[in-house]
C-alpha cells in the first residue's frame, strides 16, 4: 500500500486563483501551454508540505519565494491538499493570516471529521509523510528541467551517512569538515588566519625597526642640509637687498624724468586750450552735431532730387493722359455726358402717325365738301375724292421722305465723329473715355502729391541749410556755403583732436609719474649704491627661490621623519613584542599540524563511505539511463563532489556529462535523480515523484523509453509528470492506467 497518495490540490497561489487540480494513483500527466501555471502547481506542493520561509529576503535577480509566488489577484496566499497517508485520509490546509507570514497558519485534520491529526505541524509536515527534509526532497524527488543536475547538501549526506552507517541522521562530513576548516582557517586561511596574521605582525614590527635606523640616518642628513641651504638664502637676500637699492636709486632717476614730461605736457594741453578759446573753437558735441546735419544735407538733397524727378515723372504722366483724353471723340465732355450721348438712339419713322394724319386731311376734306358744297364746286365728287386721296397719298409720301432723310443724316453724323454707328461700339468708346479721364484725374492726384513731397523736401533743405550757416557764422564769420562752414568743422575737428591728443598724453605722463612714486621704497634714508651690483636680480631671485623651495622640502621632509619616528615608537619595546610574537607563532604552527591531521583523517573516513554508496548509485543510475537510452551507455560513475560520467556501450572511455548533448545530459541526470529516489528516500514512505516539464530536451524515442520506465515505477509511487508537448499524452492514449488530463492557459482544469 502506498503511504501518500495525493487526490487533490487547490490553490490560491501565483496565477492559480481559487484553482483545482485532480489527481490519481500511478501515473499523472497533467499537459499544459508555457505560462499556464505547470511550475506553480510545484511550487504549491512544496510549498503544503513544507511551507514557505517567510525571512527569506529578495537578492540580486532572485525573487524570494513569498514575492514570487504571491497571488495575483491580491487575494491571501492559501492551499488545500487532499490526501491519504497511512491507510487514512488527511487535509491539509495552509491560509495566511498575516501579511509577513505567508501560508503560516497550518491545520491538518482527518477528512471528514474535523480532527486534527496528531503530531502533525507546519513544521513537521512534510517530512513526517515522506520521511525526508525538505533539501533530500527537492534534490531527489522533484525534478525540474533547470534543476536535473544532482548537487551536494548536508540534508542528502546525513540520508546517505544513514543507509550506509549506523542509521543516524545526525551527521553530515560535510558540516564535521566545514567545522575543522573553520578551526583550521582560524589559524592559517591567506591573509586572514591567526598564524599569517601574526606573521604579518611580526614581519611589520621587524620592518619598523628597520625603518626606524632608516629614518633616524635620514633626518640628520636632512638637519644638515637644512643648516648650509640657510646660509645660503641669507647670503642671497644680502644681495637681493643691494639690488633693491640699486634699483630704488634708478626709479628716483626715472621718477625725476617723469614729473618733468608731465609738467611738459600740461604747459603744452594749457597752450593749445587757451588758443582754442581764443579762436572761439566750439566743444566737440557741437562739431560733431553739425557735421552730422551736413552729411543729412546731403541725404535730404538726394531726396529732393529724387522727389522733382518723380514730379517731372507724374507731369509727363499726366501730360499723356490729357493727350489720351484729347483724341477721344468725346472730348470736352463729362463722362456722364459722354455716357448719355452713347446711349442715344437714332430718330424713329413714325408710320402709324403719318397714316393718321392722312385720315385726318381725308377726312377733313370729305368733312369740307358734305359740309360746304361749294367747296371745289368745278370738280366732281368722284373726282374729287380720287383727286383728294392723291393729295393726301403724296403729302404722306412726302413726310416719309423727310422722315428717312433725317435718320440717315444722323447715321452719318455717328459714323463721321465715332467711325462707326454701331450703338455697342459707340458705348465701348465712352467706357475707354471715362477711364481715361479717371486716368488723367489720377495723374493729376499723383502730381499734386509729388510736387507737394518735392517743395516740402525743397523747403527742408534751404531750411536746414540756413540753420547750420547760422550757427557756424557764431564762430566762423566766413562761413556762407555749406562747403565753406564743412571745411572749417574739419579744420575745428583737427584742433579738438590736437587738444585730445595733449591731455592723453597729459594724462599718461602723470599716470607713469604717480606709479614711480608708489614703488619707490618707503625708507629714503638708505646710502644707494653708486654702481649696480655683478650679478642680475633674475638670476639671484630664481637661485633664491630654488633655495628656498628646497629648504622647505628638507624641513618638511625632517618634520615628517620626526613624525614617523615618533609614531613608530621605541625600539625597546617592538625588540620584545617580537619576542613575544615567535613564541605565539611555534603555539599556533603546532594546533595547525594536529587540525590538519584530523581534517585528513576525516576526510579518509568520508572517502571510505563514498566507496560504498557512490558504487550502489553507479549501477542502479546505469541500470535506468541504459533503458532511457535504448542501451546506448551502459556504466555511470560519480566522484565525491557528484560529478557524472557516462560510459557508452562497447568504449572503455568514460564521458564527462558536460561533453554529452543537452538531451543525453538531461537523461543522464534524470537517471542518477530517480536511482537516488530509489536508494536515498525511505521505502515505507513511497514519496511521490515530481516532475517539471524533465523530458523537454528528450527526443521522441527516449522520451517513448522514459515514459515506458515511470509507468513501470508508477506501480509502487504516485508520479506527476507536468509536460507542455502532447506526445506523452499521445503515447499514452487509450490507455486506462495512466491518468492524463489537460490545463488551458488560465491554469484552469478542462
Not at 81 to 109: H, K, N, Y
Not at 240 to 269: I, N, T
Not at 517 to 542: F, K
Not at 565 to 593: F, K, T, W
Request: hydrophobic residues 40%.
Amino acid at each position: 500500500m502506498i503511504s501518500l497518495l495525493i487526490h487533490r490540490m487547490a490553490a490560491s497561489f501565483g496565477q492559480l486563483q481559487n484553482h483545482t487540480l485532480e489527481l490519481k494513483d500511478g501515473l499523472n500527466i497533467i499537459q499544459a501551454p508555457n505560462e499556464a501555471g505547470k511550475s506553480t502547481w510545484c511550487a504549491f506542493l512544496t510549498a503544503m508540505l513544507y511551507g514557505i520561509n517567510s525571512r527569506e529576503r529578495d537578492r540580486g535577480g532572485f525573487m524570494a519565494e513569498k514575492n514570487r509566488y504571491a497571488p495575483w489577484s491580491g487575494a491571501p496566499m492559501a492551499g488545500r491538499v487532499d490526501c491519504r497517508w497511512d491507510g487514512r485520509d488527511i487535509t491539509l490546509m495552509r491560509a495566511t493570516r498575516r501579511q509577513s507570514s505567508p501560508m503560516g497558519e497550518f491545520r491538518a485534520i482527518y477528512t471528514g471529521t474535523g480532527d486534527t491529526v496528531p503530531d502533525l505541524t507546519g513544521q513537521t509536515c512534510g517530512e513526517t509523510l515522506l520521511g525526508v527534509s525538505r533539501e533530500v526532497f527537492e534534490r531527489s524527488a522533484f525534478i525540474r528541467q533547470a534543476g536535473l543536475a544532482v548537487t551536494q547538501d548536508t540534508g542528502l549526506e546525513r540520508r546517505i551517512a544513514t543507509l550506509i552507517t549506523s542509521g543516524q541522521e545526525d551527521t553530515s562530513y560535510t558540516e564535521a569538515a566545514a567545522a575543522l576548516k573553520a578551526q583550521l582557517n582560524r589559524r592559517r586561511h591567506n591573509k586572514t588566519g591567526q598564524l599569517p596574521q601574526l606573521e604579518a605582525r611580526l614581519a611589520e614590527t621587524q620592518h619598523q625597526l628597520e625603518e626606524i635606523r632608516r629614518l633616524e640616518a635620514q633626518l640628520l642628513q636632512l638637519r644638515r642640509q637644512a643648516e648650509e641651504l640657510t646660509r645660503q638664502e641669507a647670503a642671497l637676500t644680502r644681495e637681493l637687498a643691494l639690488h633693491d637699492r640699486w634699483e630704488a636709486r634708478q626709479k628716483r632717476q626715472a621718477l625725476a624724468q617723469a614729473q618733468a614730461e608731465a609738467e611738459q605736457a600740461a604747459q603744452l594741453a594749457d597752450g593749445i586750450r587757451s588758443q582754442l578759446l581764443r579762436e572761439r573753437i566750439p566743444e566737440n558735441d557741437t562739431i560733431s552735431r553739425l557735421r552730422g546735419a551736413i552729411v543729412n544735407l546731403e541725404t535730404t538733397r538726394r531726396s529732393v532730387d529724387k522727389a522733382r524727378g518723380q514730379r517731372d515723372a507724374a507731369m509727363k504722366a499726366l501730360l499723356r493722359a490729357e493727350a489720351a483724353v484729347s483724341e477721344s471723340p468725346f472730348a470736352g465732355q463729362t463722362a456722364e455726358s459722354a455716357q448719355k450721348e452713347a446711349q442715344r438712339q437714332p430718330p424713329k419713322q413714325n408710320v402709324s402717325r403719318s397714316l393718321l394724319i392722312l385720315a385726318m386731311i381725308w377726312l377733313a376734306g370729305a368733312l369740307a365738301k358734305y359740309f360746304y358744297p361749294s367747296f371745289l364746286p368745278a370738280v366732281r365728287p368722284p373726282l374729287f375724292w380720287a383727286v383728294w386721296s392723291c393729295a393726301a397719298l403724296a403729302a404722306l409720301g412726302g413726310q416719309l421722305f423727310l422722315a428717312r432723310r433725317k435718320v440717315a443724316a444722323w447715321h452719318a453724323s455717328r459714323r463721321k465723329r465715332f467711325g462707326t454707328d454701331d450703338q455697342a461700339e459707340i458705348a465701348a468708346l465712352a467706357e475707354g473715355y471715362v477711364q481715361l479721364l479717371e486716368t488723367r484725374d489720377a495723374a493729376q492726384a499723383d502730381l499734386n502729391a509729388k510736387s507737394a513731397t518735392a517743395d516740402a523736401l525743397y523747403s527742408s533743405l534751404t531750411s536746414n541749410e540756413q540753420g547750420i550757416l547760422l550757427e557756424v557764422r557764431r564762430f566762423a564769420p566766413t562761413a556762407y556755403d555749406i562747403s565753406t562752414a564743412d571745411a572749417l568743422l574739419r579744420r575745428c575737428a583737427q584742433r579738438r583732436q590736437e587738444l585730445t591728443r595733449a591731455e592723453s598724453a597729459l594724462r599718461e605722463a602723470r599716470l607713469r609719474r604717480d606709479l614711480l612714486r608708489q614703488q619707490l621704497p618707503a625708507d629714503e634714508d638708505d646710502v644707494l649704491p653708486a654702481e649696480a651690483p655683478s650679478g642680475s636680480r633674475e638670476e639671484a631671485s630664481r637661485r633664491l627661490e630654488q633655495i628656498r623651495t628646497a629648504l622647505g622640502e628638507a624641513r618638511s621632509a625632517a618634520d615628517r621623519l620626526s613624525g614617523q619616528l615618533h609614531a613608530l615608537g621605541d625600539p625597546a619595546v617592538l625588540e620584545s613584542s617580537i619576542r613575544d610574537m615567535e613564541a605565539n607563532r611555534g603555539r599556533l604552527e603546532e594546533e595547525y599540524q594536529a587540525i590538519r591531521l584530523a581534517l585528513d583523517t576525516l576526510d579518509s573516513a568520508n572517502t571510505a563511505l563514498q566507496s560504498r554508496f557512490s558504487p550502489a548509485l553507479g549501477r542502479r543510475a546505469a541500470e535506468i539511463f541504459s533503458q532511457l537510452t535504448e542501451g546506448r551507455y551502459s556504466g555511470v560513475v560519480l566522484d565525491r563532489s557528484l560529478r557524472l560520467s557516462a560510459e557508452p556501450a562497447g568504449d572503455t572511455v568514460y564521458r564527462d556529462a558536460a561533453l554529452l548533448s543537452a538531451g543525453a545530459a538531461d537523461q543522464l541526470y534524470l537517471a542518477v535523480r530517480l536511482a537516488i529516489c530509489d536508494l536515498v528516500l525511505p521505502a515505507e514512505a513511497r514519496v511521490p515523484i515530481v516532475l517539471d516539464d524533465a523530458l523537454a530536451n528528450f527526443d521522441d524515442r527516449r522520451c517513448a523509453a522514459a515514459l515506458r520506465y515511470l509507468k513501470e515505477t508508477a506501480k509502487t509511487r504516485q508520479i506527476l509528470l507536468f509536460t507542455c508537448h502532447s506526445r506523452e499524452s499521445d503515447f499514452f492514449a487509450g490507455d486506462g492506467e495512466v491518468f492524463i488530463q489537460q490545463l488551458t492557459g488560465s491554469a484552469k482544469q478542462v
